[in-house]
């Protein structure tokens, strides 16, 4: 089905290229300008998308093997993704249940035991507290109510999604609106993990814009990815979640685009709502950058994790040094840039002189981005569940045929 679904829009993609034109959003849509700066809005997205949502917080690549672990921060909380012995993922707040220190340094390793630094208090893989250290000192301790605290958490597509909030009433799979299927075309599960770093930049949205627009490729990007880099873009919606590709006139090759590779048909960027962008390259064999943009300690701030992921691991020196040489020039890219542009565009914004910004008819992927930010800030948590089974909030619709 998903495999269909590829072919479709690569043959939409061909039937735009061939008439040079794209379809178009219904408007040119209009945000106000403090949505990107203004305190009391920003709160409201921690709380109302961030700590509500599932956020793609791992690739299973990092964590394959049974007793990996992850550690990290997730917005405001401190997050402990662990495969068991029986391979399944699960998540934890990285906190001791004795007096709350993290457990774990950020970072990934492998151990049976997660033990923490302060008192020596355990916890097995499936976040069972298994030792108090000088129990008969301390007082006996209830195993039963003492385990790490769980969160929601689910593998899918070789990615892995946790919700910081251990009450979530949205389901995972309801969230991913049938996109996980979609991204498994890309067979990450069994993809190599080469490499990953961290960025600084703007607030999240002014960031995150910029991987829903080809509208500024040519543009921005005329030194790096060169002036004849297509502008135009195609958006296909799943819930919230969007590929963005180019109208590709390359299709025309095959007697039936159905004779097109997997690569060929995965091509464009594929974002995961609210804040991971999927794009390929191919310096050193087919790769993805996998970024995972963070709000950061204030609406002026985000951090964006880049990962490097390749279909193989490469497999000598040189072809290494070539995958490494694409990574480089990606971080270039975004931080000098995209980044360094957003951070300037954000102190524009700042000076509250104007008084909203225009996404074009061209650029429905970032309309249909900040509706879906809107709705989710006016829906309460009952509601949350039917707003996916919905689909987009109604005029969020993309530019491109619906998948
Ligand atoms: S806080 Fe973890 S053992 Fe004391
Ligand atoms: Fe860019």
């Known amino acids: 089905m998903s495999h269909a679904q590829l072919i479709e829009m690569a043959r939409n993609n061909l039937k735009w290229a061939k008439t040079g034109t794209i379809e178009q959003a219904d408007a040119i849509f209009k945000v106000p300008a403090e949505h990107y700066y203004d305190e009391g809005r920003w709160r409201r997205e921690m709380d109302l998308v961030f700590k509500r949502l599932p956020l793609m917080l791992a690739t299973s690549a990092e964590i394959p093997n049974p007793g990996d672990y992850k550690a990290m921060q997730a917005v405001d909380t401190p997050v402990l993704i662990s495969r068991g012995e029986d391979s399944q993922i699960r998540a934890f707040i990285n906190m001791?249940?004795?007096?709350?220190?993290?457990?774990?340094a950020a970072g990934t390793g492998n151990t049976k035991r997660f033990t923490c630094p302060y008192h020596a208090?355990?916890?097995?893989?499936?976040?069972?507290?298994?030792?108090v250290y000088s129990e008969r000192d301390f007082g006996a301790v209830d195993r039963s109510c003492n385990s790490l605290v769980e969160l929601p958490a689910a593998e899918r597509a070789g990615l892995i999604w946790v919700q910081i909030?251990?009450?979530a009433s949205l389901g995972i799979d309801a969230f991913l609106s049938g996109y996980d299927a979609m991204l498994d075309n890309f067979g990450f599960a069994n993809w190599h993990f080469f490499e990953s770093r961290t960025l600084k930049g703007p607030n999240w949205k002014?960031?995150?814009d910029g991987y829903l627009d080809l509208y500024h490729l040519?543009?921005?990007h005329k030194d790096t990815f060169g002036a004849d880099y297509p502008n135009q873009a195609l958006y296909y919606a799943w819930g919230p979640h969007q590929r963005v590709s180019s109208p590709d006139p390359s299709f025309a090759k095959y007697d039936d685009v159905s004779e097109a590779g997997?690569?060929?048909l995965m091509t464009g960027v594929w974002t995961i709502f609210p804040?991971?962008?999927?794009?390929?390259?191919?310096g050193g064999g087919r790769g993805v950058m996998i970024s995972q943009l963070f709000p950061g300690e204030t609406p002026l701030e985000s951090y964006t994790v880049q990962n490097y992921l390749m279909e193989k691991p490469p497999p000598d020196e040189e072809t290494a040094q070539n995958a490494h040489e694409q990574f480089k020039f990606l971080e270039y890219v975004v931080k000098e840039e995209d980044y360094a542009t957003g951070l300037r565009q954000q102190k524009a914004l700042l000076t509250g002189h104007m008084p909203y910004v225009q996404f074009g008819r061209n650029e429905g992927g970032g309309q249909c981005f900040h509706r879906w930010v809107d709705r989710l800030l006016e829906t309460?948590?009952?509601a949350l569940p039917a707003l996916f089974q919905n689909g987009a909030p109604s005029g969020a619709a993309a530019n491109g045929a619906k998948a």
């Open 165 to 167: 909030n251990p009450n």
């Open 206 to 208: 002014v960031a995150y």
């Open 275 to 282: 804040h991971v962008s999927i794009a390929s390259f191919d």
């Open 96 to 104: 001791c249940r004795h007096r709350g220190s993290q457990i774990m």
């Open 380 to 382: 309460d948590d009952q």
């Open 218 to 220: 040519p543009i921005l």
């Open 262 to 264: 997997n690569a060929h």
């Open 121 to 131: 208090w355990s916890y097995d893989q499936k976040g069972a507290l298994t030792g």
